[in-house]
């Protein structure tokens, strides 16, 4: 059933992930005023930065996780694989938000190494954590599911 509180659940997970795409990562002023968006880093006109390009895809890497998210919900008829799915899901994004941390990190020294620039973080820096949570909860909810299931049919 769709109705169950694990929908709720990767839902939230699947807004959070989506939700990265229109926010900023991180931001930094000083003598530049730069910006990374998961698309690229641009500078605070909005015009991309021609030095510096993103050698990883955050965009289509929140998009993907944000897809399967959805499909999960879809699996609820085949609760172990829907709980193997969301588990996957919620360690691939933990990787993808390792990797946008290092990103954010060789930016910083990138901008340190030439002028004087403090950053600030982005809301869509922290938004990772909340899909992983959601995710996180999804799966227990899941697991609870299929121990209530399994332990019913012990009962009949």
């Known amino acids: 059933m769709i109705q169950r509180i694990q929908s709720v659940y990767l839902l939230l997970a699947t807004l959070c992930s989506a939700v990265t795409w229109f926010l900023p990562v991180r931001s930094w002023t000083g ?79 990138w901008l340190r190494e030439g002028q004087g620039s403090s950053g600030a973080f982005g809301p869509a820096f922290f938004l990772p954590i909340g899909t992983m949570l959601f995710a996180i909860l999804a799966e227990r909810a899941i697991r609870k599911d299929e121990e209530l299931v399994r332990s019913a049919d012990r009962l009949r």
Not at 50 to 72: C, E, H, K, R, T
């Open 31 to 109: 003598e530049a005023c730069l910006v990374f968006y998961t698309h690229g880093l641009l500078t605070c006109d909005g015009a991309p930065v021609a030095d510096a390009g993103l050698p990883i895809p955050f965009q289509l890497l929140y998009s993907v996780i944000a897809a399967l998210l959805v499909a999960a919900i879809f699996l609820f008829t085949n609760r172990p694989r829907q709980a193997r799915v969301v588990r996957g899901l919620w360690l691939f994004a933990m990787a993808v938000a390792v990797l946008q941390f290092i990103s954010c990190n060789s930016i910083d020294a």
